[in-house]
T-cell receptor, first 108, second 115 residues
């Protein structure tokens, strides 16, 4: 079955601390994975995609096929990073399957 | 102003009534989607459409219906058969999830409350 698992509902850190939001997936094919973010009172939007191997707002995510993971990382969290983060899997070219989301709280 | 517009933002419905949520986009996107967002459950796909006059069921289509008569519009009807309709509904569109893309553009959402 195609599934995305985000084990943490809430992650709280202090400003300047490293952040790692976990994402594991279940898919037998060649996965395409993404991170979406929803800031307070804003629309859900794409943060980054694994195929681009990009760093956005200091965040990176590496696809580990052996561990079937796509964890989102940032070395030094900022208060403006506080948001809801969703990991998503595209099993084909038709749709995206989302995880349950992790709320990141960054305290000053 | 380009983007996706959902209406209404808030809607109250009595049990047993059908209600239709509107979703319009002017991004010239072929694909459109409806998700339901519940606390602790993330986004779950209700229906999606890749092209006009065609749509497919998602993971939780029971109790919902859609139509795609125009490229710009993808209304969702929450029928009385939906057992737990109180939720936040998100519409999205995409130019197509060809490999390397994967970007959905979301509306602001519609919150439906059944009284």
């Amino acid at each position: 079955a195609q599934r995305v698992t985000q084990p943490e509902k809430l992650l709280s850190v202090f400003k300047g601390a490293p952040v790692e939001l976990k994402c594991n997936y279940s898919y037998s094919g060649s996965p395409e994975l993404f991170w979406y973010v929803q800031y307070s009172r804003q629309r859900l939007q794409l943060l980054l995609r694994h195929i681009s191997r990009e760093s956005i707002k200091g965040f990176t995510a590496d696809l580990n096929k052996g561990e079937t993971s796509f964890h989102l990382k940032k070395p030094f969290a900022q208060e403006e990073d506080s948001a809801m983060y969703y990991c998503a899997l595209s099993p084909d070219t038709d749709k995206l399957i989302f995880g349950t989301g992790t709320r990141l709280q960054v305290f000053p | 102003d380009g983007g996706i517009t959902q209406s209404p933002k808030y809607l109250f419905r009595k049990e047993g009534q059908n209600v239709t949520l509107s979703c319009e986009q002017n991004l010239n996107h072929d694909a459109m989607y409806w998700y339901r967002q519940d606390p602790g459950q993330g986004l779950r796909l209700i229906y999606y459409s890749q092209i006009v006059n065609d749509f497919q069921k998602g993971d939780i289509a029971e109790g919902y219906s859609v139509s795609r008569e125009k490229k710009e519009s993808f209304p969702l009807t929450v029928t009385s058969a939906q057992k737990n309709p109180t939720a936040f509904y998100l519409c999205a569109s995409s130019s197509g999830l060809a490999r390397g893309s994967g970007e959905l553009f979301f509306g602001e959402g519609s919150r439906l409350t059944v009284l």
